[in-house]
C-alpha cells in the first residue's frame, strides 16, 4: 500500500511564498511521474505541475514562472515552490503519484493567499 503525505501548506499574504512538501512511502514501483493538483471551492481538480520519472516538468500556465516543482528520488518526494502567490492561487492542493499500475493521491492541504 502506498501512503503520501503532504505538508507544508498554510495562509500567505498575496506576493508571498509557500513550499509544499510530499513523501511517498509503502509498495511504490513503475514510476510514471509525480506532481500537484488543486482544487478550488466549485471548481474540477486541475492539474498545477508534475515531474516525470525521466525528469520532465509540465506546469499548467497559470503558474508558470512562479511556481517550481522538484523531487528527491532517493527520497519518493516531491515539492512545489510557489512565489508571487495570488489569491486566485487558494485552494486545496493534492499531491499525485502516478505509476504504470494506478494513480495514489494525498490528503491534501489547504493553500490560502489574502488579498
Known amino acids: 500500500q502506498v501512503q503520501l503525505v503532504e505538508s507544508g501548506g498554510g495562509l500567505v499574504q498575496s506576493g508571498g511564498s509557500l513550499r509544499l512538501s510530499c513523501e511517498a512511502s509503502g509498495s511504490i514501483v513503475l514510476i510514471k511521474s509525480m506532481g500537484w493538483y488543486r482544487q478550488a471551492p466549485g471548481k474540477e481538480r486541475e492539474l498545477v505541475a508534475a515531474v516525470t520519472s525521466s525528469g520532465s516538468t509540465n506546469y499548467a500556465d497559470s503558474v508558470k514562472g512562479r511556481f517550481a516543482i522538484s523531487r528527491s528520488i532517493t527520497k519518493n518526494a516531491v515539492y512545489l515552490q510557489m512565489n508571487s502567490l495570488k489569491p486566485e492561487d487558494t485552494a486545496v492542493y493534492y499531491c499525485?503519484?502516478?505509476?504504470?499500475?494506478?494513480?495514489?493521491w494525498g490528503q491534501g492541504t489547504q493553500v490560502t493567499v489574502s488579498s
Open positions: 499525485n503519484l502516478d505509476t504504470w499500475l494506478r494513480g495514489h
